[in-house]
Protein backbone atom coordinates (compact mmCIF):
# COMPACT_ATOMS: atom_id res chain seq x y z
CA UNK A 1 0.00 0.00 0.00
CA UNK A 2 2.67 2.46 1.05
CA UNK A 3 4.55 1.69 -2.07
CA UNK A 4 1.34 2.31 -4.65
CA UNK A 5 0.54 5.62 -2.58
CA UNK A 6 4.15 6.68 -3.37
CA UNK A 7 3.89 5.87 -6.99
CA UNK A 8 0.57 7.33 -6.87
CA UNK A 9 1.20 10.89 -5.48
CA UNK A 10 4.77 11.18 -7.40
CA UNK A 11 2.50 10.54 -10.50
CA UNK A 12 -0.01 13.44 -9.93
CA UNK A 13 2.92 15.65 -9.06
CA UNK A 14 4.68 15.34 -12.31
CA UNK A 15 1.28 14.97 -14.50
CA UNK A 16 0.36 18.20 -12.68
CA UNK A 17 3.46 20.25 -12.98
CA UNK A 18 3.93 22.36 -16.27
CA UNK A 19 6.66 21.06 -18.05
CA UNK A 20 8.70 23.72 -17.33
CA UNK A 21 8.72 22.70 -13.71
CA UNK A 22 9.90 19.55 -14.08
CA UNK A 23 13.05 18.36 -13.88
CA UNK A 24 13.31 14.88 -15.63
CA UNK A 25 16.91 14.02 -14.53
CA UNK A 26 15.80 13.53 -10.60
CA UNK A 27 11.99 11.45 -11.76
CA UNK A 28 11.96 8.18 -11.37
CA UNK A 29 8.62 6.22 -13.77
CA UNK A 30 7.00 4.18 -11.73
CA UNK A 31 7.54 0.13 -11.98
CA UNK A 32 6.48 -1.38 -15.33
CA UNK A 33 5.89 -5.10 -13.53
CA UNK A 34 3.55 -6.70 -11.36
CA UNK A 35 4.35 -10.37 -9.27
CA UNK A 36 2.13 -13.22 -8.64
CA UNK A 37 2.17 -15.41 -6.25
CA UNK A 38 0.57 -19.00 -6.64
CA UNK A 39 -0.66 -20.21 -3.04
CA UNK A 40 -2.25 -23.11 -1.87
CA UNK A 41 -5.50 -22.77 0.21
CA UNK A 42 -3.57 -22.75 3.39
CA UNK A 43 -1.02 -20.34 2.00
CA UNK A 44 1.85 -22.22 1.15
CA UNK A 45 3.59 -21.29 -2.13
CA UNK A 46 3.43 -23.33 -5.02
CA UNK A 47 6.32 -21.82 -6.90
CA UNK A 48 9.40 -23.60 -5.86
CA UNK A 49 7.58 -26.39 -4.42
CA UNK A 50 4.78 -27.54 -6.53
CA UNK A 51 5.42 -26.24 -9.47
CA UNK A 52 9.57 -26.65 -9.52
CA UNK A 53 11.06 -25.10 -12.87
CA UNK A 54 14.26 -22.57 -14.18
CA UNK A 55 11.75 -20.51 -15.82
CA UNK A 56 7.80 -20.63 -16.57
CA UNK A 57 6.52 -20.36 -19.98
CA UNK A 58 4.07 -17.46 -20.82
CA UNK A 59 2.78 -17.58 -24.55
CA UNK A 60 -0.12 -17.11 -26.47
CA UNK A 61 -0.74 -17.17 -30.53
CA UNK A 62 2.34 -14.74 -31.44
CA UNK A 63 4.61 -14.46 -28.50
CA UNK A 64 6.46 -16.51 -25.76
CA UNK A 65 8.05 -15.28 -22.61
CA UNK A 66 9.87 -17.16 -20.27
CA UNK A 67 9.78 -16.05 -16.44
CA UNK A 68 12.22 -16.68 -13.88
CA UNK A 69 10.89 -17.14 -10.36
CA UNK A 70 11.91 -14.60 -7.98
CA UNK A 71 13.18 -15.48 -4.30
CA UNK A 72 11.60 -12.92 -1.79
CA UNK A 73 13.42 -15.49 1.05
CA UNK A 74 9.70 -16.46 2.05
CA UNK A 75 8.38 -17.52 -0.97
CA UNK A 76 8.87 -17.45 -4.80
CA UNK A 77 7.39 -15.43 -7.36
CA UNK A 78 7.13 -14.51 -10.97
CA UNK A 79 7.98 -10.99 -11.94
CA UNK A 80 5.81 -9.84 -14.90
CA UNK A 81 6.75 -6.85 -17.35
CA UNK A 82 3.47 -4.86 -18.61
CA UNK A 83 5.52 -3.79 -21.35
CA UNK A 84 6.31 -7.79 -22.21
CA UNK A 85 2.96 -8.16 -22.99
CA UNK A 86 -0.27 -7.12 -24.69
CA UNK A 87 -2.99 -5.49 -23.06
CA UNK A 88 -6.27 -7.18 -22.95
CA UNK A 89 -4.81 -10.63 -24.05
CA UNK A 90 -5.42 -14.00 -23.17
CA UNK A 91 -1.66 -15.33 -22.28
CA UNK A 92 -1.21 -18.76 -20.78
CA UNK A 93 1.18 -19.66 -17.91
CA UNK A 94 2.56 -23.68 -18.36
CA UNK A 95 3.26 -24.52 -14.36
CA UNK A 96 3.90 -27.79 -15.65
CA UNK A 97 3.62 -30.13 -18.59
CA UNK A 98 0.01 -31.14 -16.99
CA UNK A 99 -1.30 -27.30 -15.66
CA UNK A 100 -1.36 -24.07 -17.63
CA UNK A 101 -3.59 -21.63 -16.52
CA UNK A 102 -4.99 -18.33 -18.30
CA UNK A 103 -4.37 -14.75 -17.70
CA UNK A 104 -5.39 -11.47 -18.84
CA UNK A 105 -3.81 -8.31 -18.22
CA UNK A 106 -5.42 -5.10 -19.38
CA UNK A 107 -3.08 -2.07 -18.63
CA UNK A 108 -3.25 1.75 -19.78
CA UNK A 109 -0.39 3.58 -21.20
CA UNK A 110 0.19 6.99 -19.47
CA UNK A 111 2.35 9.98 -20.34
CA UNK A 112 4.08 12.56 -18.19
CA UNK A 113 6.17 15.27 -19.03
CA UNK A 114 9.07 13.03 -18.69
CA UNK A 115 8.28 9.81 -19.97
CA UNK A 116 5.68 7.40 -20.21
CA UNK A 117 4.14 4.39 -17.72
CA UNK A 118 1.76 1.91 -17.49
CA UNK A 119 -0.66 1.11 -14.96
CA UNK A 120 -2.32 -2.04 -14.11
CA UNK A 121 -6.22 -1.59 -14.77
CA UNK A 122 -7.12 -5.50 -14.41
CA UNK A 123 -5.41 -8.69 -14.05
CA UNK A 124 -7.58 -12.01 -14.61
CA UNK A 125 -6.25 -15.71 -13.80
CA UNK A 126 -8.23 -18.62 -14.90
CA UNK A 127 -11.84 -16.21 -15.35
CA UNK A 128 -11.50 -14.79 -12.10
CA UNK A 129 -10.49 -11.00 -12.06
CA UNK A 130 -7.88 -11.01 -8.98
CA UNK A 131 -7.24 -7.21 -9.37
CA UNK A 132 -9.35 -4.69 -10.49
CA UNK A 133 -8.29 -0.70 -10.32
CA UNK A 134 -12.17 0.04 -10.33
CA UNK A 135 -12.58 -2.15 -7.57
CA UNK A 136 -9.86 -0.03 -4.89
CA UNK A 137 -7.29 -1.98 -6.60
CA UNK A 138 -3.85 -0.60 -5.77
CA UNK A 139 -1.11 -3.23 -5.35
CA UNK A 140 0.37 -5.00 -7.57
CA UNK A 141 2.00 -7.51 -5.51
CA UNK A 142 -1.21 -10.09 -7.28
CA UNK A 143 -1.46 -13.65 -4.96
CA UNK A 144 -3.59 -16.38 -6.48
CA UNK A 145 -5.04 -19.34 -4.52
CA UNK A 146 -5.09 -22.74 -6.54
CA UNK A 147 -6.87 -25.20 -4.83
Known amino acids: MKKF ?7 FVVLNCNDDD ?6 LPPPDNFTLKLIDQT ?18 SSETLYIKPFSTGLQDELVIFMADLTTNQDYYLEL ?14 NQ ?15 EEA ?18
Open 5 to 11: LSYFLLG
Open 22 to 27: VDCTVV
Open 43 to 60: GNSLIGNVYVQDSFKLYN
Open 96 to 109: DPTDTDTLIVDYAI
Open 112 to 126: SPCFSFRTLELFIYN
Open 130 to 147: IYDIQNGGNDYNLIVTKN
